[in-house]
């Protein structure tokens, strides 16, 4: 995979050099470690005392009552002390992606270590911050008109156990860059590596001379606090990151939410897309950390004139092939259920992320190497053409035409409206299936990742809000939209 690129709008390696140097300076200057006030951080009552503090909290009611005061601290600093934060927790997220990443696999038993160091990397330096609140000023014959991006005070955010640091990153970035502070809580089987990057986090901020307890966190995260998380008077803006469940309790809390929920992305390969260049690009992208990111290619559906060729050129790139009794074997031990034909199936929770040759291993096909994906040619209505698998076990399905198969991408999307993409070099048919699947994000000949903005261009997210309609949330999503009018006066023309 590519490092990621460069955007004029985000900071780049040397920017960041910059502002960290006169951050060294500003602390030489002055001791801004200090310690948080002791009326912020409450001795704890239920959780083991050396979970707590660094913004970690024992209730959801302490953790919201501290991130208030962060808040309040945050919105009586200047901008330019704003930025000063954001670029010290670029920097330290940038300086421990790979030790949140290798705690990240290590407790989650998810995807590969490697991968989360970049998906870690990515949001340090490509989620939008500050750089996007630009103003917005309309001047006319009645004076002047003025919008403003305004924070919207302590947001409460649910995070997933597919990306746990770098939802935590990106989301922390993009919130406190918009000037609020954020209580997470995190899933229970991330708990340790979101603790851990909580902390960092808050260190970073009070290295910058920010306020403490800007970025909190749930000790004990559950179903219950996150539901009492969702109902508290002190918050005021939900983000939810996860499956169906968690958006569907978030957007009927009450709350105004900013959801970030399932996908099942398709890719439809065209006759004629460069097929060494599609097998290729749909490897790196399906197996991208396991299969677990949520806008990873869930699903191929291929001209059935190509597909032979397409499976020939996957195979020759490294992906296992599985032939007809081998899926058998798989299917076996990667659902838990089957509920018929076009019907989601029941992942087997052991295997969600698992590297395929553990897969192979379970399914008792012997297998050298450590393929990055297995592949198998399916029927149109095979479970997993339907079922968000998140794991290395790619279905490619074969459609008489690119329209019937565009048509087929939508029905295997269930309308969650989050990532597609085709391989082809006809021009109208990728303008054809990008309008129709109407996703959030839409790539065209290029692996799924490049639509979060790695080895793609444009900025990055891991809260990606189908259904609310945000889609790659950054600082804009996270701000209110503020005007003042100003009657008769300062046009200059
Ligand atoms: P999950 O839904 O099991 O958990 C997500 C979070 O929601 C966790 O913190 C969990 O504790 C909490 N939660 C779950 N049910 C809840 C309920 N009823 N009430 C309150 N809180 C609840 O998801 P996961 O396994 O951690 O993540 C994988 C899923 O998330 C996949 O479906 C994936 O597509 C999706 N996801 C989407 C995005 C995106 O940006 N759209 C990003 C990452 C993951």
Redesign the pocket.
Known sequence: MSAPGGNANLLNDRQVDIIATRLAERLLARDVAKPPAADVVREPHSAPREALGEGIFATVDDAVEAAGIAFRQLDGLSLEQRKLIIASIRESMLEHAEQLARHAHRETGLGRAEHKVIKNRLVARKTLGIEALTPHAVTGDNGLTLTEYAPYGVIGS??????PTS?IICNTIAMVAAGNSVVF??????RQCSMANVRLLHQAILRAGGPANLVTAVAE???ES??AL?THDGIRLLA???????????MTSGKRAIC????NPPVVVDATANLDHAARGIIAGASFDNN????DEKEVIAVATIVDELLRNMSRHGAYVLNESELRRVERVIFSEQRGPRRRAVVAKDL?GKNASEILDRAGIPCSGDPPLLVARVPNDHPLVWT?Q?MPVLPVTAVPDVDRGIELAREAEHGFG?SAGMYSRDIDALSRMARSINTSIFTKNGPFYAGLGEGGEGHT??????PTGEGLTGSVAFSRLRRCVLVDHFRIV
């Open positions: 649910i995070t997933p156990t597919t990306n939802t809580n995190v899933h229970p089987n991330a995260p559950t179903i996150a539901q969702m939810v990151t996860g499956g169906s469940g968690v958006v569907r309790q978030a970030a929920g399932p996908g677990i990111v949520c806008t969600i968000e998140m989050h997210s891991f809260t990606i809000a189908s």
